[in-house]
C-alpha cells in the first residue's frame, strides 16, 4: 500500500517559510507593544503568570522553529545535496 504523502516544492517551501516569518514578526510586534499587560500579568501571584510565560515561549519558539526549517530545508539542504552528488 502506498502512502499519499506528498513533497513540498521549493516554491511551496519557501512560501510557508515567508508566512511563519511576518507571522512571528507580527507575534514579536503585539508582545513588545503590549508589554505593559503582559508585565502586569507576569509579575502577578496568580496561576496566569506561569500559563502565559510558557505560552509565549512555546508559541515564538514554534513560529520561529518552523519558518528556519522550512527556509532551511529547501536552501541549505538541497544545495549539500547537490554537492554530496557532485563529490561522489
Excluded at 508585565?39 to 515564538?60: E, G, Q, V, Y
Amino acid at each position: 500500500m502506498a502512502t499519499g504523502k506528498k513533497l513540498e516544492t521549493k516554491r511551496a517551501g519557501l512560501f510557508k517559510a515567508l508566512i511563519y516569518g511576518v507571522v512571528s514578526v507580527i507575534f514579536y510586534v503585539l508582545v513588545f507593544t503590549h508589554t505593559d499587560y503582559i508585565l502586569a500579568i507576569l509579575f502577578s501571584k496568580t496561576i496566569k503568570a506561569p500559563i502565559l510565560s510558557i505560552a509565549l515561549a512555546l508559541l515564538a519558539s514554534g513560529l520561529y522553529g518552523t519558518c528556519t526549517s522550512k527556509f532551511f530545508k529547501h536552501t541549505l539542504e538541497k544545495a549539500l545535496e547537490s554537492q554530496q552528488l557532485r563529490e561522489e
